[in-house]
């Protein structure tokens, strides 16, 4: 089993799998007489050819660490955007491509309140709050095209604190 330890999740240390959604820095703009900050165009969607935006609802029960995974998968034809809409930090797994696969996974935790986008053919696990059950609304691709890839690994491997 291959064991990874979880690193804070950053803008730098996430650009090359996608996108961190907060409100780090100053706002873009001040809005609602003055008694919202806007944070402009925060992530990079992408829903291809044929595909469109659609907002969806998930609910995903809670893990906890040490996790053991050995599934990641991947949308080759559009961006995949996570809102938590709770206060809880959660696990997001991500690999490079390698040749059409997965590489070397790496774990990040995320701050209380910070959301992700995950680029285009993105490697990542699933969706993993770590206290309570996880509410997150998500954008991603709509579309007739098959949009999921998924990929076992062999050995799985467990994510530390």
């Known amino acids: 089993m291959i ?5 804070p999740l950053s803008a730098e240390a996430f650009a090359a799998f996608g996108d961190v959604l907060d ?10 007489a003055g008694l919202c900050g806007r ?32 599934l990641l998968e991947r949308h080759p034809e559009g961006s995949q955007a996570f809102l938590p809409l709770h206060g809880d930090p959660f696990l997001v797994i991500v690999a490079p491509d390698v040749g059409g696969r997965p590489g070397a996974p790496r774990a990040f935790l995320t701050a209380p ?10 490697w990542h ?10 509410l997150f609304a998500v954008v991603d691709r709509i579309g007739e ?10 050995p799985p491997c467990v994510v530390t604190s």
């Open 113 to 122: 309140h910070q959301g992700i986008n995950l680029h285009r053919g993105t």
């Open 145 to 154: 095209t098959r949009n999921l890839e998924e990929y076992t690994l062999d």
């Open 23 to 32: 409100c780090s820095g100053a706002p873009d703009k001040i809005i609602n």
């Open 125 to 134: 696990g699933v969706l993993t709050p770590l206290f309570a059950c996880g």
């Open 39 to 70: 944070y402009n165009d925060r992530a990079r969607l992408d829903f291809g050819d044929g595909g469109r935006a659609g907002l969806s609802l998930f609910n995903a029960q809670p893990r906890s660490l040490p996790y053991r995974f050995d």
């Open 3 to 7: 064991e990874l330890r979880s690193a």
